[in-house]
């Protein structure tokens, strides 16, 4: 639900010549702060357990963290952290949103139309793939470490996973500057070709390769999510809004593949059921090679060229 309220909100709020600069500035920011969870996580199950006094707020979490649970420490940090929002939000003066035409969600009978459009469908399970992928990596990082290299799934391993965060913020810096230089759609290919060559490395080399692959396939996947929603949209001539509703649900994609990856697990081994990757990247990687949009996004050659 925030997903879908935020970004005409931030339109309205921040100004449409800005709106561009204030989404990037916001993946850039949703980085950082999962670059930061998993570092936090680290810290509480070191010291929450301990002896020694310690600062206020751990202190505090000894007093309602049961004894030999201290990860569940984590979820009282949400739990204030989600006040302080509430409280932000209800303390400020925001604009009132009018939506544009093209970005109002429209009637059912429009968001039923869409579905029957064939490319509709292809790139919702774009958006699909990709938080599945993006999410069926991440979930199991610390678990895959430990299981198959021995690495401590609360220090090193939320080590790597704050990594991997850390690199999918850089290297959407990278993918702005390509998007200026080439192509969407071959950046889309060639990043998750890399992206695919340091999962393989991950999953079948040796601990330590693991530690650099695993941040690697996140730094690759960086560029996904908006490349495949900018082919998406500028795809279709009208009913903008009903067909970002459609690609915003399918952020599903994010709570099912973790899931079938940890079946798959159970039964074969985690190693073999983090190979059903191979299949959301491998639909990502034919979405940069069937896609033909109506608009393609504007490079610096291509600007020469028109002048």
Not at 13 to 38: C, K, M, T, Y
Not at 116 to 124: A, S
Request: charged share 10%; proline share 4%; net charge positive.
């Amino acid at each position: 639900m925030l997903q879908v309220a935020i970004n005409p909100l931030l339109r309205v709020a921040g100004g449409e010549a800005h709106f561009a600069f204030n989404s990037v500035l916001a993946q850039l920011i949703f980085g950082l702060a999962s670059f930061l969870s998993p570092q936090v996580y680290t810290y509480l199950v070191k010291n929450v357990p301990g002896g020694a006094k310690g600062s206020f707020v751990v202190a505090s979490l000894r007093k309602v963290v049961p004894e030999g649970l201290p990860w569940i420490s984590l979820y009282w940090v949400f739990a204030l952290v989600t006040v302080v929002m509430v409280i932000i939000i209800l303390a400020s003066r925001f604009p009132k949103v009018e939506l544009k035409e093209d970005e109002r969600v429209g009637a059912w009978s429009t968001t039923f139309s869409l579905f029957k459009n064939k490319i509709v469908i292809l790139y919702f399970f774009g958006i699909f793939a990709y938080v599945g992928s993006e999410q069926g990596v991440a979930n199991w990082i610390s678990k895959f470490l430990s299981v198959y290299h021995g690495y401590d799934p609360q220090t090193t391993g939320a080590d790597t996973v704050s990594y991997f965060w850390g690199l999918l913020t850089a290297g959407c810096l990278l993918g702005l500057l390509l998007l200026k230089l080439f192509d969407s759609r071959k950046v889309l290919i060639g990043f998750t070709a890399a992206a695919v060559v340091s999962l393989t490395a991950a999953l079948v080399g040796p601990g330590k390769a693991a530690l650099y692959a695993f941040p690697l396939v996140g730094f690759f996947a960086s560029v996904m999510w908006s490349i495949i929603f900018s082919l998406a949209l500028n795809s279709v001539e009208k009913h903008h809004g009903s067909f970002s509703g459609i690609l915003c649900t399918g952020i599903i994609g994010g709570a099912l593949v973790p899931l079938i990856i940890g079946w798959l697990g159970d039964m074969f081994g985690l190693r073999i059921g983090m190979l059903f990757l191979y299949i959301t990247f491998g639909y990502i990687l034919s979405v940069g090679i069937w896609a033909k949009p109506l608009i393609t996004n504007a490079t610096i050659l291509r600007k020469k060229r028109n002048e």
